[in-house]
């Protein structure tokens, strides 16, 4: 059974940086969409940045400039860049990727299990 493996997360301070990355275990046949979601406490889960097979990038407003999305097609990884983090980015961050485990089956919407990242101030 496949499962998204995430790591990266961790406690830094305000203007800090973190890299987040994102891999799915077990066998596939290919993936489509990639991408990462938060959720902060009290909060609905938001979209934070996408990348599609082909490398387009997609961003909420309030990352652009900060984070930088980018995939390993080779390696089946996406990474989350995250800098001159602020303490509002603090929540709990999802990766997620649309994989097709057989050619002969459609995409399907895999979820990472979450990492916690903390910005303190």
């Known amino acids: 059974q496949v499962q998204l493996v995430e790591s990266g997360g961790d406690l830094v301070q305000a203007g800090g940086s973190l890299r987040l990355s994102c891999a799915p275990s077990g066998s596939i046949f290919s993936i489509n969409a990639m991408g990462w979601y938060r959720q902060a406490p009290g909060k609905q889960r938001e979209l934070v940045a996408s990348?599609?097979?082909?490398?387009?990038?997609d961003y909420l407003d309030s990352m652009k400039g900060r984070f930088t999305i980018s995939r390993d097609n080779a390696k089946n990884t996406v990474y989350l860049e995250m800098n001159s983090l602020k303490p509002e980015d603090t929540a709990v961050y999802y990766c997620y990727m649309q994989i097709k485990i057989l050619s002969r089956l459609p995409p399907r919407d895999y979820w990472g299990q979450g990492t916690q990242v903390t910005v303190s101030s």
């Open positions: 990348i599609t097979d082909s490398g387009s990038t």
